[in-house]
């Protein structure tokens, strides 16, 4: 059985495998570009983050109705059941569904659908973290915060990704302030194609608590000690690192090193369904190739429960 673990980075339309695409996509009455399955997997090959981002947002116009976002997620979270997952903080993209005119309560509701039993149905707990798109403008960020604010007691934080280099996470600075002072929490993707000057920047303008990604942090040693002074957390993707290409390979990942520069690193699965394997099986990859020992991979799961939003009295249940 799989270690128990929280997973803290994750978007969930990145875990849409190309079978549930193709469900919806027949549900909906749309024809994809792709002509069936195996040609579709075909294309997940990626020669850095925008390669990606262009299939992972062209995919998701299958996604209409509340019942493909609830179908979406009860499928991740049986999955991630699986791979020994007892707590899921969860990435969405709305401006991702509302540019292409799906209402931001379709998405909500849907993705709470299948949230709201998950404890009781998959023994996964769930917090949702809503993420504003850094390649669009400051005022479609602020606009989404806005759709928000009446659904807040089912959102419990902000975050920001899609394209890094090239948008600062300073560029958000008004928006995440006003996300805290509704109260939310604070996550940022930051040093993933991106210099580790966006993850400074991150944590000292946005306030980021944990920072996603972050393995551009060891370019810069006074970084490295901050981080590990603080323990402000770093959710690692290993398998997405290596599959757009900001690692060459699984081998010369950082982790180790970031570890062993007294990091409170987590690893987690990014998009699984793009990057050839869920939460669990990045552990094992990381394991495998990085030479981890089995008590590493539990200081990874206690650091995940540490890394993560939950109550103290939660988290020592867990841990
Ligand atoms: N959106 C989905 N996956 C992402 C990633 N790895 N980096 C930035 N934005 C993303
Ligand atoms: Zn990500």
Known sequence: ?????????????????????????????????????????????????????????????????????????????????????????????????????????????GLNSALEDSEDRYGVSTALILCFLRDHPVDDALATLEAARPHLEHISGVGLDS????????????????????????VAHAGEEGPAAYVREALEVLGAERIDHGIRSLDDPDLVEHLARTQVPLTVCPFSNVRLRAVDTLADHPLRRLMDAGLLVTVNSDDPSYFGGHVHDNYLGVQEHLGLSDEDLRTLARNSFTASFLSPERRAELI
């Open 1 to 109: 059985m799989p270690i128990p673990k929280a997973e803290l980075h994750v978007h969930i339309e990145g875990t849409l495998e190309p079978e549930l695409a193709f469900e919806l996509a027949r549900r909906n009455g749309i024809t994809l570009k792709h002509p069936g399955v195996a040609e579709l997997r075909e294309a997940y090959s990626f020669d850095d983050l925008q390669s990606f981002l262009h299939l992972y947002y062209e995919l998701m116009d299958v996604l209409r109705t509340e019942a493909d976002f609830r179908d979406l997620a009860a499928a991740y979270l049986e999955r991630a059941a699986a791979q020994g997952v007892r707590h899921a903080e969860i990435f969405f993209d709305p401006q991702a569904h509302t540019t292409r005119g799906v209402p931001f309560e379709t998405v909500l509701n």
């Open 163 to 186: 394209a890094e280099v090239g948008h600062p996470p300073g560029k958000f600075a008004e928006v995440f302030e006003a996300a805290g002072r509704l109260g939310l929490r604070r």
